[in-house]
């Protein structure tokens, strides 16, 4: 993340990493896609989304073999 700030960490699911240019090349030679997590704590499908989608059982399995969860939340510039 561009403000330099850790990112949250989810009590389940998938864990996110720190926004950093080298999260491309690691996706790169891991074979893994980048999946931007932008967020707001202002917004209610983004909470609903941690509820749901991040605590679905074939998303906390599969999201890590696939997936660089990388955080952006709103008021940050990647």
């Given at each position: 993340m561009g403000s330099g700030t850790t990112p949250r960490v989810r009590p389940i699911g998938p864990q996110l990493v720190a926004w950093s240019q080298d999260v491309f090349a690691q996706a790169k030679a891991e074979h893994r896609f980048v999946l931007l997590d932008l967020e707001a704590v202002w917004c209610h499908w983004c909470h609903v989304m941690d509820v749901t989608t991040?605590?679905?059982p074939k998303v906390i399995a599969l999201?890590?073999?696939?997936?660089?969860d990388c955080e952006g939340r709103s008021g940050?510039?990647?």
């Open positions: 991040y605590r679905n999201a890590p073999l696939q997936v660089l940050f510039t990647p």
